[in-house]
């Protein structure tokens, strides 16, 4: 990768050398807006070889414009402006035009590097393509939800653990919203023995009402 001219100091050469084969594309133009620096990755993306790159403008050759799609690369590139000023150029992204006439989205970070007049300076382009946006999934069937007494077993909560196959059953219908004898009535049980298992569900789940006993199965995720 020979600059333009060879006319470049020797410190200089040194460095884009070392960007000849670098994975991240890099290109170099000087004041006058010509590229004369284009390393290897950069024909990768573009699919431009360096001897059609050497010399020609940035501005008519990658085309590059903002997200909206307005020009950004031009003959007055402010890039170039600000760097005149010797201001710092935060990175920024471009649509650039490959060979092919595809667009190539970057992220582009400028390394401003000094130089001895008359070149004053030129500007490294260094390019972080875009990802290209994966294509979205149908989403699958769901999962079948866990029976409510593998939940159970199988919480991290000890006190669910200690609930009988009976008091997880009782304990979905206060969460159904089941009366005390409406439970005893579909258990074929006494309303007694359905207030007993109440009770134990209580004790065991170390809450004071029916209320918390269903706060604690949803939080604890059993149904």
């Not at 006319?7 to 040194?14: C, I, N, Q, R």
């Not at 573009?46 to 690369?73: K, M, T, W």
């Not at 196959?165 to 159904?176: H, K």
Request: with cysteine; glycine share 6%; hydrophobic share 40%.
């Amino acid at each position: 990768m020979s600059p333009l001219g060879g006319s470049l100091p020797e410190e200089l050469l040194g460095l884009l050398d070392a960007l000849a084969h670098s994975p991240d594309p890099v290109f170099v133009t000087d004041r006058h807006n010509r590229i004369v620096f284009w390393n290897r990755s950069c024909e990768h993306l573009f699919g431009y070889p360096e001897d059609e790159v050497i010399g020609q403008s940035c501005a008519s050759l990658l085309r590059g414009c903002d997200v909206h799609g307005n020009r950004y690369c031009s003959e007055r590139c402010p890039i170039q402006q600000i760097s005149a000023r010797g201001e710092t150029v935060r990175h920024f992204d471009v649509r650039f035009t490959a060979k092919d006439g595809q667009g190539v989205a970057a992220d582009v970070n400028i390394l401003h590097l000094t130089l001895p007049s008359p070149e004053h300076f030129v500007l490294a382009h260094i390019l972080k393509p875009a990802e290209p946006a994966r294509p979205r999934l149908e989403p699958g069937p769901e999962p079948p939800p866990r029976p409510t007494l593998v939940a159970v077993k199988e919480s991290p909560d000890a006190r669910a653990r200690r609930l009988t196959a009976r008091e997880v059953e009782v304990l979905g219908m206060l969460a159904a919203g089941r009366t005390t004898p409406e439970i005893a009535e579909r258990l074929h049980i006494s309303t007694l023995t359905a207030r007993n298992h109440i009770q134990n569900i209580l004790e065991k789940l170390e809450v004071h009402s029916k209320a918390e006993a269903v706060a604690f199965a949803f939080q604890k995720r059993i149904f």
